[in-house]
């Protein structure tokens, strides 16, 4: 008869030997620095170029986001039209996006189709010429896009705690109003581009089951252009100004049925000791489905339908930001649990049963994680973006192993303490 | 990419679809059910979608589903549409024998606790209020859906028609949906991963094989009358912006004018070089972004297009270059070259959607449940072959006037 209620036997996640696949570098005539992750079973490829050009660089909010955008904007050889059908028309999706202190231009496409590809690309960053109506279009769209967005609170709530956390004048806490779209011109966007794109610092990743000639494609591409910029900001990369006011409730939409919660608190950068071991401790509180706050205020109580508690992946500075959306009569009742849980986790020393299972988790679901080209190439981006080595990601490894619930707990004791958390409510 | 798999069908009905894929050190255990928002009573919506909610509430003999797959290194979580319902579980190669177990314990029986309810019942309201309550233009997709569909139960949400029907929900509503909907007969089981054949059907033979068959569910629902009449809803909220949404009825997902029908989306909707993105947003500046996508439903669905209006243009003046869009579709054949892009596209993402493995394994079931899992390696055939002729004689079918309903979604600012 078989037994269901007893477990099957299982090999403890926290015992499998986990390796990152090598990333080989090389480096381009211009000095740029090239990743390469060969490995994966499906015919696709996925081609990076990480520029030091987010919001860090800008002299006005939002060039750096606008600069970005634009890139498909128009060369002196293609407009807009002609770069996204070129793309398209090969099945390929080229994106771009922009943080603080990187923006990026990524290629997904097939593996038959690269080397049509990588040319075009080279002209966006090499000849791109920002044409007034591609602003004035892109402009007013952005306009009426942030009309929709300010409507919802937890966009209010996101854009409101990191001003707090770093100050309105960091790039970190900065963020646009519709003015300040109006105000974008296509000669500082030019200027703009010169100075961090055509004439800025870049790095390549590249992932995939690669093509032989891919060194070759790369370096016949874009070794010739002038990528040599210094990767540092000219000014306003200014020092992080936290907000002296901890409490904020903030009335954005008066019918509105949910407020949004945000619960954070300034945390260094993964440079520093704790950085991973309070990786390790956020996965208990609030980092998965089985975390304190998701089984206490989720599925014991009912009052949200997801609580999450990360570390900002940011490059400077970090934070420790718990998220929620609750119902509005149950909001302060939220709140009061996430500071119950806080001194649940300083008082008492996580059982190692809870333990052991988070630690499962973290070492089961980053198997999964390293399970294909584009993800270990991420581990390496990130790697390669925060100074750091193959190493960091093997400590990690062993800090999840090793660590105790004693060191957790005096963790605990350091980072989760009410009174350093801002605490925001937007109606 | 061609996608191997292996069928069987157990003693008591399940069918079991194998995938062994050994360049990953993961498994994957996916069990769709056969059931969905569609085959809800229309008093009581919403309840497929709070059952998925309790299907994590404790089985008959393990009462915490979550930390023992934690424990295993896994993750997993659930879906439900208007059609089905489907659940994943990932993890370690070594150690799926825990997601057999578990799987098979709740697909036996549910533990049916009060508790449960009452919680998921709070939780699933605060993810209606989330997504569409406390959101611009959330409640738009119910209007929708309830001008296109007199009969059919698409016209209401996967979410619930309204609050009330899940905070209704009564237990034994719970059991008699779960004796009716969740049992072998009724359900389709993916293994898929680092794990050979044999063990995959053992493993499911030792955890899935007793389980009694239960009663195959017959779907019989109402069909929806063909519409022959265009329909307008005109609608007002305290919305930034004016928006506009059109809705044509399309074939199932299993019709043979899918393949042309998902091209046809791709070629208005898909992407910068799309035919509405670059008249209606980038020349004509009549909408700030403007979209077309379809349901891919079981049942016949719809086509969907949509944007919001660029601040002082009137509605009828935007409207207006829609149709003239579909008219070009509509009055001629389009260039091969065109179409050769859609193809591409369709190419690639589907390239890229198999690179996962829980999505070849979800998609294997969701194949199956279509009538065949061996479909899902003709598809790119079926596309590759459609011609402008196939595309413009689909066109004028879908886009009639008659066949539309439209959504004049006004600002009250």
Known sequence: ?427 | MQIDFKKFTLGNGLRLLVHEDHSTPMAVVNVLYDVGARDEDPSRTGFAHLFEHLMFGGSVNIRDFENPLLMAGGENNAFTTNDLTNYYIQLPAENIETACWLDSDRMLSLAFSEKSLDVQRKVVCEEFKEHYINRPYGDVAFKVRELAFKAHPYRWMTIGQELSHIENARLSDVKAFFKKHYCPVNAILVIAGNIKTDRALALAEKWFGSIPPGEKYERRLPVEPEQTQARILEARSDVPLDALYKAFHVGARADKSYHAMDLITELLGGGGSSRLFQSLVKEKKLFSNIECYHFGSSDPGLLMIEGKLIKGVPMTTADLAIREELDRLCSAEIAEKELMKVKNKTESAILFEDMSLMNRASNLAMYELMGDAGLMNTELEKYLGITPREVHTLANKIFDERNSSTLFYYSNN
């Open chain 1, 1 to 427: 008869m078989l037994n269901r209620k007893t477990a099957p036997v299982i090999t403890d996640a926290v015992k499998f030997e986990l390796s990152l696949p090598p990333s080989r570098q090389f480096t381009l005539q211009n000095g740029v620095d090239v990743y390469m992750v060969d490995m994966g079973t499906v015919d696709t490829l996925m081609l990076n170029f990480v520029f030091y050009a987010g919001n860090n660089y800008e002299q006005r909010n939002p060039e750096a986001a606008a600069a970005n955008y634009m890139l498909k904007s128009g060369t002196s050889k293609k407009n807009a039209f002609e770069i996204n059908e070129y793309f398209e028309y090969y099945g390929a999706y080229l994106n771009r996006s922009a943080g603080h202190e990187t923006a990026e231009i990524s290629l997904h496409c097939m593996k038959k189709h690269f080397s049509e590809l990588t040319p075009v690309i080279a002209e966006l960053i090499a000849d791109s010429i920002f044409p007034d109506e591609e602003l004035e279009i892109y402009k007013r769209n952005m306009q009426q896009r942030l009309q929709v967005n300010l409507r919802k609170n937890d966009y209010v709530a996101g854009r409101l705690i990191d001003s707090y956390l770093f100050g309105k004048e960091h790039p970190y806490g900065r963020y646009s109003s519709p003015e300040d779209y109006q105000a974008l011109n296509t000669a500082s966007l030019k200027e703009f581009y010169k100075k961090y794109y055509q004439h800025g610092r870049c790095v390549i990743f590249v992932a995939g089951p690669l093509p032989e000639n891919i060194q070759q494609d790369i370096e016949k591409n874009f070794g010739h252009l002038p990528l040599t910029g210094s990767g540092r900001p000219d000014d306003r990369s200014g020092a992080i100004l936290p907000a002296t006011e901890k409490k904020y409730r903030i009335t954005n939409d008066p019918d509105s049925v949910q407020g949004a919660i945000r619960m954070a608190r300034n945390f260094p950068n993964r440079h520093h000791p704790d950085f991973q071991k309070m990786q390790v401790l956020n996965n208990v509180f609030g980092g998965f489905f089985g975390s304190r706050l998701m089984s206490n205020i989720r599925e014991d109580k009912g009052y949200t339908y997801g609580i999450h508690a990360y570390l900002a992946n940011l490059i400077q500075d970090s934070a420790l930001m718990i998220s929620t959306e609750a119902g509005r009569d149950v909001t302060e009742e939220t709140i009061a649990e996430v500071y119950k849980e806080m001194k649940r986790i300083c008082d008492e020393p996580i059982p190692e049963e809870e333990l052991l299972t988070s630690k499962n988790f973290m070492i089961g679901t980053l198997l999964g994680d390293l399970d294909g080209p584009f993800q270990v190439c991420g581990r390496w981006k990130s790697l390669v973006l925060n100074g750091l080595s193959a190493d960091y990601f093997y400590r990690g490894i062993e800090t999840i192993r090793n660590i105790k619930p004693q060191e957790l707990q005096e963790l605990a004791n350091k980072y989760l303490v009410a009174a350093d958390f801002y605490e925001l409510a937007v109606f």
